[in-house]
C-alpha cells in the first residue's frame, strides 16, 4: 500500500455529477479508458454504487449518443485535479478495516465520498447536501417493507419496474433510462427529501402524471395541521350518515392529528393511523385521498416524511412552549429520539371489496379487502440490503430489494479487479425485516352460491407482523400487486403470467356478520394490533374510537339508536321470542328459554380470590331439550347455530371425546405438535349446539361435566398437558330412551343420561308429541300447504330479521352487564325457598322432598340477568326474577313431574330416585323384612322369584324388578340380608343378629 | 355442410384466434367475450358441429393429443377456488396475449414496456371427467366409437376426482370471458372447448407439476331439461318395472315399483326456494323437505353367511339406465379411508365420492362390510352421506369454515338384513324374491337379457320424462283436504303416526304421480300410494 497508486475513479462521486447535470454513466467509462492500468489491492473496501456493471454495459451500449460525449469530458475534468491531493494521505486509515464502506451512510450510491477517500474532505458537503438528520433519516425511511420500493418518492421506482422487461438493462438496479430520460434525475430527492423546502422550485412529479409532489405533500402537512372533527361531521352529514352529536363546540375544534401527534411522542409509537374518509372530509385535501388511492407508493412515503417533519416541529414548538415533559433537556432528548425513528402513516377507511373484483387496473393502487385468515408463515426475515463481497478483491457492494429480488452482482464491480462470478453473500453484514405472508380467504357471506372460495396472498411487514393469527376475520388496507412471474428463476424467460399479492399497510381485526365472542371471556386488550395503538382504530378501543369519530362509529350509533327503540316496545319479549326460529311452530316457552340463553347471565368472578381475579362463576345457561322425535328440536339448533357467537353445532353420534374437546395433531409445515381445538373449545364465549345429546358415548359426555361446571377442558396428551377455557353455553337435544317419550316413567327413566350431568342444565325442557284433533289438522294443513301453490303463511305477524336479532344480542352482550337490586335479590331468596318448600309444606304428606336445590337457585340468579340484559336493564328487577322463576318451573313442571304422585320433585334429576319411588322402596323394603323374619323363610331365606311373587301379591301396583333388586341390593349393603346363589336359584338370607 | 369456419378453427384455432384479435384490435376489454361467441357460433349450435371437435376422454387422453390442438372436454367443474390467472393480453406487434399464446416465449420477445391496462384475468378452475357418467351415455356424447390408444398413465392430481383409483381425466381449465365463467359452480357439468396446452399447475410455485390446461375458446352448461314427447311413454312404466325386478331383483316387483319411484325424484323447485336461502333456511317452511325416499332395499337374511364381492345385477342394470350413476362399494376400509366429502387441504380442494353432478344416483350397497372397527373418519363420512339423503346438502371443508352445497342426489341403500347398518333411510323395501329367479341378484352382466337398443332408449327416456314431470307435480285443493281429513283421521285411530309419516306418504304420492307422467296428486293417486305403502309395511317384520 506504500506506493503511490495511480487514481482512478471506479467510484466516482455519483451525486456530484448528477446535480452537475449530465448522467454518471458515461463517467466510469470514461475513466477506465484512461485510466493505466489498475493496481493491485489499490483500495481493498471500495465501496461501490450497486448499479455500477450495468451502467458499464449501458454506457458501452450507447456510447454513440452525443451524451457519453459530454460525459467523457466531464469525467476527464473531473478526474484531473482530483488525482494529486490523495496520492499522500492515502494509505494509513483504510487498510485495516475488513469492510470499512460500512458505517456511514446507507444508501451505496452516496457512501463512496467518505472514509474510504479521506484525501477527499473536500467532496462530502456535495455529497450531502442535506442536514445529517435527513441523511439517517433517509436509509430508514426507504427500508419500509409495505411500500416496497426504496425509490418511491421517485418516478425510478416505476421506471426501474419497466426496466425489468428489458432484456439489455435486466439487472441494472436503477435503470439509467430513467437517468436519460428525466433530468431532475432520482438521487436529488434521495438525498434530501427531508427538507422539501430546500428546493421549492423543484419539480417532482409522479412519474407519467401531472401530481406534484411538493404539492401533495404541503396538502397533506396542511391536513395533519388543519384537520378538525367538525370537517367528518359535515362530511357524514352530507353522506346522511349519522353522526355522533359533538359533546361540545370545542370538541369540534380541536386540531385532531396533533393531538395523536402528541399522543405519539409520548407513547413512543411510530405509526399514525389515518382513515382516509377523514382526508375526504377535509375540504382542501380532497384530492390528496384520489391521489393515495392511485399513487400509494409515492404518496405515502411522502406522508411519511412530513409526519415526521411535524413531529419535529411540534416538538420544538412544544419545547418552545415549555409544554409539560418538554421542557430543556428532556425536550432535547425527545427530539433526539424522534429524529432517530422511522415514522409511518398507515392509512385506512376504503370500503372493503370482494377479493373477486380485484382486477388487474387496481394494480399499484390502494385497495381494501375483507376475509378470514387460513394460514401464516412463520415470520421470514426479509432482506432489504445485501452485503456483498469479492472473493478476490474484498471489494464489497451493497444491494437494494428491488420489486421484491435482490439482484446478485455477476462480477465485482471494481474495474480493477472485475472478476467475474466472485460476489459472495455475508449473510451477517445484510439488513432484514421482518415479514410474514398470509393467505386471505373469503368469508363465506361473500363467496356466491355454489362456489368454492378464493384466496389471496398477503405480505405483511415490521409491526403488523403477527398481528392477524388463522382463524380472523380482518379488513386489510394494501397496495395491490403484480409481478411477472418467471418460468425458472435462473432464466430470462417469462410467462404472461403474473402473480398478484398485497403488500399490506393496515390490518383491522373484525367481527362476522354473526354476534361477536363474548368480550367479557377475553383478556383485556389481548385481541388488540399491536403496533398501531396511538391513534386507535381497532374495535375493542372505544375511547379512542369516539374521538376518531369514523365511518363505524357512526353507523353504529345509528344502529345503537335503532336497538335502544326496540329494547322500549312493550312487547320486546314476546318478539324476540317469536323471532328466533320463526317457522317452527309454537313452543313459545322453549323459545323464550332459548332467547335468555343467547343472552346469558353475567360472568362473576371474584376478584379477591386466587391469582388471576379468582374463580369465576359462569353466567352461561345450560338448556337441553328432549323430547319426541320430529319435534324440530334439531332445527332450533341449527337456528341458534346460525346465530349465536361462536356457534359450533356438533351431532352427538358424529363426535367423539376428541372432537368435542381438543387433540394434540402434528403441524404439518412445522411437524410440530400443535393443539387443534374441538368444538367445545371453539365455541369459548359462544354457544354449542350438541344434537343426538343421547346417543354420545358415555366417555365423550364425561368431559361435558367438567365444561359445564368448571368451563375448561383438561388435556394431557403426548407431553402437553394445559387447561383450554370452554366458557360455553350448550344447548343439547336428546331423544328419549325408547325413542318416543313414555308418559308412565319418570323423566331419569325416559332420558339415559346420568343424573350429575342432567342438574347441569339451567332448563330441561321436554318437547312431547300429543295428540290432538286441533293441533294436528294445523299442522297436517301446513305440511300440504307445503306442496300448495301459494307459499305458506308463518304466522304473518312481525318477526326481527336474522340480522337484526343477532345484531340486538350482541349489543346486549357485550354492553348490558345487570347487576342484582335489593328488591330482585329478595324476590329471588323468597322464590328459592318457596320452591324448596312446595314439596314440604304439602299438607298431604309428611314426606321430605327436595324441589330446588342450590343449582337451581344459581340458574334463576342467571336467567333473571338474562332477561334484564334483553330489556337492556342496568339492574335485575322483581320482573325478571318473576319471569326467571316462571320459566323454571315451566321447566321444571314437565321435566320433574313424578309421574306416580304428579308432583315437582328435583331429586328426580338430582339423584335418579324420586320421593314416590323412594317411598315405594321403603314400603317394599318393610314388607321383605316382615316376610323374612316371620313366616317359612325364617332362617332358610327366600326364594328370589318367590319373594318377588308374595310382594306382588300384596301390593296393588306391579312389582318393578329393577325395582326390587335396587332394593335387596341396598338392604345387602346394609348387611340386614344376604343373596345366595346364581341366577334363578338365588336365595335372600336374613343376616342374623342384623 | 360444414363451413369453413370450422374446418379453420379445427385445423389452427391459434391462428383463428390471432386473426380476430387483429379484426378487433383496440378493443381488449371486449375481445374475451368476441372469441367466444365466434366460437359458440361455429361449435355450439349444433350437435353436429359440436361433434367435429375430438373430444377429450379416457379413451382420448391428453397425450394422445398434439401441443395446441383443439378439443371438447365434457366435464365436471370440481374446484372453483383457484385464483385467477392475470395475463399479459396485448404483446409485441399486434400479437394476442392470452390463450396461452405467450406461455415460454423467450423474454426477448417480450415487450420492452408494457401497460397495467393491458393485464387481463382469466378465470381457472380444476375440471374433471364427469364421475360416474355411465358408457352409453359417454358414447352418446362422443359419438366417435374409433378407439383411441387407452392410455395406463395415471392424470395427474388424482385427490380431485370424486372415485378413488378410476380412469379419468382432470384438466386445468382457463376461461377467458370472465363474465361467462363467474356462473359456473361446483359440480356444474359444462362441454369446453378450447386449445389443450401442458401447463406447471402453480404458477407462483417454483416446482408445480405439469398439467393438461385446457385454454377454454367457448363452453356450454348442460341443460337438464330437453323436452321430448311424453305421451306414448305411459305405457313404459309396466314394462320397465318388469325388466328391472325379472333381471335384477329376483322378481320382485313390488320393490321394482319403488325404485322407478326413487328414480323419478329430484330436489323440487319448490323447496329449492326455500332450501337455498342463505342463513336463514327455515323462514318460510316448517322444515326443508327433499324429495327424496331415501330408500333402502333390504335383503332380508337373503345370504346370511357368504358375501358378495361381486357387484349386485342392480348395478349393471341402473347403468343401462341411468346418465350419471355411481355404485360405492361400501366396506370399513372403504369408509375408514377414502373421504365422501371435499375437503380443502393446503388451499387444494380435495373431492370425495359425495361430490358429484346433479341428479347422479348413487347405489350404496352394503353387503361387503365385514366386522371391525370404524374410525372417526368412518363416521363422518357416514354423516355426510346422511345429510345428504336428509337434507341434500354436501359440506366442502375449508380452513376455518365449511360451506354448504346444494346436491340432488338419489341415494338407493342395498343391505342384508333388516335395515342399512349406517344409515336412517325413509323408506325400507325387503325384498321378496320369486324362488326360481332367486340366483339373479347377482348374476354377472353377460348374463342379463337387454332389451334392444330402442328399448332400452325408451327406458331412459322415461325415467328423464319422469323425472322433468316431479318437478311441477301438485296437489289439488280437493286431494290436500282430503289428505289433512285423512291425517287427522289415522292420528285419532293411532297416535303413533306422526308428522312424519304424512311427509312420506305425501313424496310417495307426489312421486307416484311423476312416475305416471302426470302433473297432479289425486285422490286416486293418494289412495294407490297408501296401498303401496301398506304393502310395503306389511313386509318389514
Request: charged share 25%; proline share 7%; hydrophobic share 35%.
Amino acid at each position: 500500500m506504500s506506493s503511490p497508486p495511480r487514481v482512478d475513479f471506479p467510484t466516482s462521486d455519483i451525486d456530484d455529477i448528477e446535480m452537475d447535470g449530465p448522467p454518471q454513466d458515461g463517467t466510469i467509462d470514461q475513466s477506465l479508458s484512461i485510466a493505466p492500468p489498475p493496481q493491485r489491492l489499490f483500495l481493498p473496501g471500495t465501496p461501490s454504487a450497486a448499479g455500477t456493471p450495468a451502467r458499464q454495459r449501458y454506457a458501452n451500449s450507447v456510447a454513440a449518443t452525443p451524451m457519453s460525449g459530454i460525459a467523457a469530458r466531464r469525467a476527464l475534468g473531473m478526474s484531473t485535479p482530483r488525482r494529486a491531493p490523495r496520492t499522500p494521505l492515502f494509505a494509513p486509515g483504510s487498510s485495516p478495516l475488513a469492510f470499512p464502506s460500512s458505517s456511514p451512510a446507507k444508501t451505496p450510491r452516496r457512501r463512496v465520498a467518505i472514509d474510504s477517500d479521506p484525501a477527499f474532505p473536500d467532496s462530502e458537503p456535495l455529497a450531502f447536501p442535506s442536514s445529517p438528520a435527513a441523511a439517517l433519516a433517509t436509509p430508514i425511511k426507504n427500508r419500509r417493507g409495505d411500500i416496497h420500493s426504496s425509490l418511491s418518492l421517485t418516478p425510478t421506482a416505476r421506471r426501474s419496474r419497466r426496466g425489468d422487461y428489458n432484456n439489455d438493462l435486466n439487472d441494472n438496479l436503477n435503470s439509467d433510462g430513467t437517468h436519460l430520460s428525466i433530468p431532475a434525475s432520482s438521487a436529488p430527492h434521495l438525498s434530501a427529501p427531508a427538507a422539501p423546502s430546500d428546493e421549492p422550485d423543484e419539480i417532482r412529479a409522479i412519474w407519467g402524471t401531472t401530481v406534484n409532489l411538493a404539492e401533495t405533500m404541503k396538502l397533506f402537512r396542511d391536513f395533519l395541521r388543519g384537520f378538525k372533527p367538525k370537517y367528518r361531521a359535515i362530511h357524514d352529514r352530507q353522506e346522511n350518515l349519522r353522526t355522533r352529536p359533538l359533546a361540545t363546540p370545542d370538541e369540534g375544534e380541536v386540531v385532531l392529528y396533533e393531538t395523536y401527534m402528541r399522543r405519539i411522542r409520548q407513547t413512543g409509537e411510530t405509526n399514525l393511523n389515518l382513515d382516509m374518509v377523514n382526508l375526504l372530509s377535509y375540504p382542501p385535501c380532497k384530492k390528496l385521498f384520489a391521489q393515495l388511492q392511485k399513487y400509494p407508493q409515492e404518496v405515502v412515503p411522502a406522508m411519511d416524511q412530513i409526519l415526521k417533519d411535524l413531529m419535529l416541529e411540534l416538538a420544538d414548538e412544544d419545547q418552545q412552549a415549555g409544554m409539560d415533559g418538554m421542557q430543556g433537556d428532556q425536550g432535547d432528548e425527545e427530539i433526539a429520539d424522534i429524529m432517530g425513528k422511522v415514522y409511518k402513516v398507515r392509512p385506512f377507511g376504503l370500503t372493503a371489496v370482494n377479493m373477486r373484483e380485484l382486477n388487474p387496473s387496481d394494480t399499484d393502487k390502494l385497495i381494501s379487502i375483507k376475509g378470514l385468515v387460513i394460514r401464516a408463515t412463520p415470520v421470514i426475515p426479509d432482506m432489504k440490503v445485501a452485503f456483498f463481497r469479492c472473493l478476490t478483491c474484498s471489494h464489497t457492494v451493497q444491494v437494494e430489494i428491488d420489486r421484491g429480488k435482490i439482484e446478485e452482482p455477476a462480477r465485482c464491480p471494481r474495474d480493477v479487479c472485475g472478476s467475474v462470478g466472485t460476489m459472495s453473500l455475508v449473510h451477517n453484514r445484510c439488513e432484514f425485516a421482518d415479514r410474514q405472508v398470509i393467505r386471505l380467504q373469503e368469508t363465506p357471506d361473500a363467496v356466491p352460491d355454489g362456489q368454492t372460495p378464493h384466496t389471496v396472498s398477503l405480505s405483511v411487514y415490521d409491526e403488523l407482523v403477527d398481528v392477524c393469527k388463522p382463524g380472523d376475520r380482518v379488513v386489510v388496507t394494501g397496495i395491490y400487486r403484480s409481478v411477472p412471474v418467471r418460468v425458472n428463476p435462473r432464466q430470462r424467460t417469462m410467462k404472461s403470467l403474473f402473480k398478484t399479492y398485497l403488500d399490506v399497510v393496515h390490518v383491522r381485526l373484525s367481527v362476522g356478520g354473526t354476534l361477536g365472542l363474548d368480550r367479557s371471556t377475553r383478556p383485556a386488550g389481548g385481541d388488540k394490533v399491536p403496533g398501531i395503538g396511538g391513534v386507535g382504530d381497532s374495535a375493542d378501543d372505544q375511547e379512542l374510537e369516539e374521538q376518531i369519530a369514523q365511518g363505524g362509529l357512526t353507523r353504529k350509533a345509528e344502529l345503537e339508536a335503532k336497538l335502544i327503540n326496540l329494547s322500549r316496545r312493550h312487547d320486546l319479549y314476546d318478539l324476540l321470542a317469536r323471532s328466533l326460529a320463526p317457522s317452527i311452530w309454537e313452543m313459545d316457552d322453549v323459545k323464550k328459554g332459548i332467547l335468555l340463553q343467547l343472552f346469558g347471565g353475567t360472568n362473576k368472578s371474584i376478584a379477591r380470590g386466587g391469582g388471576g381475579g379468582g374463580p369465576r362463576y359462569r353466567g352461561d345457561i345450560n338448556v337441553l331439550l328432549v323430547g319426541d322425535p320430529g319435534t324440530s328440536k334439531s332445527q332450533i339448533l341449527q337456528y341458534v347455530h346460525k346465530i349465536a357467537p361462536r356457534g359450533v353445532y356438533a351431532s352427538g353420534k358424529g363426535s367423539s371425546a376428541v372432537g368435542l374437546t381438543a387433540y394434540v395433531t402434528r403441524d404439518p409445515d412445522s411437524k410440530q405438535l400443535v393443539l387443534e381445538s374441538g368444538a367445545l373449545v371453539l365455541s369459548d364465549g359462544g354457544v354449542c349446539c350438541i344434537d343426538e345429546f343421547d346417543k354420545m358415548s358415555d366417555a365423550t359426555r364425561s368431559v361435558l361435566h367438567e365444561v359445564m361446571e368448571q368451563q375448561t377442558v383438561s388435556i394431557a396428551k403426548a407431553g402437553i398437558i394445559t387447561t383450554l377455557n370452554a366458557r360455553t353455553s350448550i344447548l343439547a337435544a336428546a331423544n328419549p330412551v325408547e325413542s318416543k317419550y313414555n308418559v308412565d316413567l319418570p323423566i331419569t327413566r325416559n332420558i339415559d343420561l346420568p343424573p350429575t350431568l342432567i342438574s347441569r342444565f339451567d332448563l330441561l325442557y321436554l318437547v312431547l308429541d300429543q295428540v290432538d284433533e286441533t293441533l294436528d289438522r294445523k299442522l297436517a294443513q301446513h305440511l300440504v300447504g307445503l306442496y300448495l301453490e301459494d307459499a305458506p303463511s308463518t304466522g304473518g305477524y312481525d318477526v326481527l330479521p336474522l340480522d337484526e336479532l343477532s345484531a340486538y344480542i350482541d349489543y346486549a352482550r357485550t354492553n348490558i352487564h345487570p347487576v342484582l337490586s335489593s328488591e330482585a335479590s329478595d324476590e329471588l331468596v323468597a322464590s328459592y325457598v318457596s320452591l324448596r318448600s312446595i314439596g314440604a309444606s304439602d299438607p298431604r304428606s309428611s314426606e321430605k322432598r327436595i324441589t330446588a336445590t342450590t343449582r337451581q337457585l344459581e340458574s334463576m340468579i342467571r336467567l333473571s340477568e338474562a332477561h334484564a340484559r334483553m330489556r337492556f336493564a342496568a339492574h335485575v328487577e322483581l320482573q325478571d326474577v318473576q319471569e326467571a322463576c316462571r320459566l323454571m318451573r315451566e321447566a321444571i313442571r314437565t321435566s320433574a313431574m313424578d309421574p306416580r304422585t304428579g308432583k315437582i320433585d328435583m331429586g328426580l334429576l338430582n339423584t335418579g330416585t324420586g320421593v314416590g319411588q323412594r317411598k315405594m322402596r321403603d314400603d317394599m323394603r318393610r314388607e321383605l323384612l316382615t316376610m323374612l323374619d316371620g313366616g317359612a323363610g325364617k332362617g332358610k331365606g327366600l326364594k328370589w322369584g318367590e319373594a318377588m311373587k308374595r310382594l306382588a301379591d300384596q301390593s296393588s301396583i306391579r312389582v318393578d324388578a329393577a325395582e326390587f333388586s335396587e332394593v335387596i341390593k341396598a338392604m345387602e349393603n346394609e348387611g340386614v340380608l344376604t343373596v345366595v346363589g346364581e341366577r334363578d336359584k338365588r336365595v335372600i338370607r336374613r343376616v342374623e343378629g342384623a | 355442410m360444414v363451413s369453413a369456419f370450422l374446418i379453420d378453427a379445427i385445423n389452427d384455432p391459434t391462428k383463428v384466434v390471432q386473426e380476430l384479435y387483429e379484426e378487433h384490435t383496440g378493443d381488449i376489454d371486449q375481445f374475451p367475450t368476441v372469441v367466444a361467441r365466434h366460437f359458440s357460433d361455429v361449435f355450439l349450435h349444433s350437435d353436429d358441429t359440436l361433434r367435429e371437435v375430438l373430444p377429450l376422454d379416457v379413451n382420448h387422453p391428453p397425450e394422445s393429443f398434439a401441443h395446441r390442438s383443439l378439443v371438447r372436454f365434457h366435464a365436471m367443474v370440481q374446484d372453483t377456488s383457484s385464483s385467477p390467472e392475470m395475463y399479459l393480453a396485448s404483446l409485441n406487434k399486434n400479437k394476442c396475449g392470452g390463450w396461452g399464446i405467450s406461455q415460454n416465449m423467450p423474454a426477448s420477445e417480450w415487450p420492452s414496456s408494457f401497460d397495467y391496462c393491458d393485464l387481463k384475468e382469466a378465470t381457472a378452475l380444476w375440471a374433471v371427467t364427469v364421475p360416474g357418467q355411465t358408457d352409453w351415455r359417454t358414447e352418446e356424447l362422443t359419438a366417435r366409437s374409433h378407439c383411441g390408444s387407452s392410455s395406463s398413465q395415471s392424470p395427474p392430481q388424482p385427490h380431485k376426482y370424486p372415485v378413488p383409483n378410476a380412469p379419468h381425466i382432470g384438466v386445468q381449465v382457463k376461461i377467458y370471458d370472465n363474465e361467462a365463467a363467474q356462473s359456473l359452480k361446483a359440480t356444474d357439468i359444462v362441454t369446453f372447448i378450447g386449445i389443450l396446452t401442458s401447463e406447471s399447475l402453480d404458477s407462483e410455485a417454483v416446482s408445480s407439476p405439469m398439467v393438461p390446461s385446457l385454454h377454454v375458446l367457448c363452453h356450454k352448461v348442460q341443460s337438464i331439461d330437453d323436452a321430448s314427447p311424453t305421451e306414448e311413454l305411459a305405457t313404459v312404466r309396466d314394462d320397465l318395472i318388469k325388466w328391472i325386478s325379472d333381471e335384477a331383483l329376483g322378481g320382485d316387483e313390488v320393490a321394482a315399483q319403488w325404485l322407478v319411484l326413487e328414480l323419478s325424484a329430484k330436489v323440487s323447485v319448490f323447496s329449492l326456494s326455500i332450501k337455498r336461502i342463505r342463513l336463514i333456511p327455515d323462514t318460510a317452511t316448517l322444515e326443508p323437505h327433499p324429495s327424496y325416499l331415501r330408500l333402502s332395499l333390504c335383503h332380508v337374511f337373503l345370504h346370511p353367511h357368504h358375501h358378495h364381492p361381486a357387484l349386485p345385477t342392480l348395478h349393471h342394470v341402473l347403468s343401462d339406465l341411468l346418465p350419471q350413476y355411481l355404485t360405492v362399494p361400501l366396506s370399513l376400509d372403504l369408509l375408514n379411508k377414502e373421504s365422501f366429502s371435499p375437503e380443502s387441504k393446503d388451499e387444494d380442494l380435495h373431492s370425495g365420492y359425495l361430490q358429484v353432478p346433479q341428479g347422479t344416483t348413487l347405489l350404496l350397497t352394503e353387503n361387503g362390510v365385514q366386522e371391525g372397527k370404524l374410525v372417526e373418519k368412518g363416521i363422518m363420512n357416514i354423516r355426510a352421506v346422511q345429510e345428504v339423503m336428509d337434507a341434500q346438502t354436501l359440506e366442502y371443508s375449508f380452513p376455518f369454515s365449511k360451506f354448504s352445497f346444494p346436491t340432488d342426489i338419489v341415494t338407493i341403500v342395498l343391505c342384508d338384513g333388516r335395515k342399512s347398518a349406517f344409515f336412517q333411510t325413509g323408506f325400507i323395501v325387503p325384498l321378496k324374491t320369486k324362488p326360481s329367479l332367486k340366483d339373479n341378484l347377482y348374476k354377472p352382466r353377460d348374463q342379463i337379457r337387454t332389451p334392444d337398443t330402442v328399448k332400452l332408449a325408451t327406458y331412459r327416456s322415461f325415467l328423464a320424462a319422469a323425472k322433468r314431470c316431479f318437478g311441477s307435480v301438485q296437489v289439488a285443493e280437493e286431494t290436500s283436504r282430503h289428505i289433512q281429513e285423512d291425517f287427522v283421521r289415522q292420528r285419532q285411530e293411532d297416535p303413533s303416526i306422526t308428522a312424519d309419516d304424512l311427509i312420506h306418504l305425501m313424496k310417495v304420492a307426489r312421486l307416484l304421480a311423476a312416475s305416471m307422467l302426470g302433473r297432479e296428486v289425486t285422490v286416486d293417486i293418494w289412495e294407490t300410494s297408501k296401498k303401496l305403502d301398506a304393502s310395503r309395511r306389511k313386509r318389514l317384520p
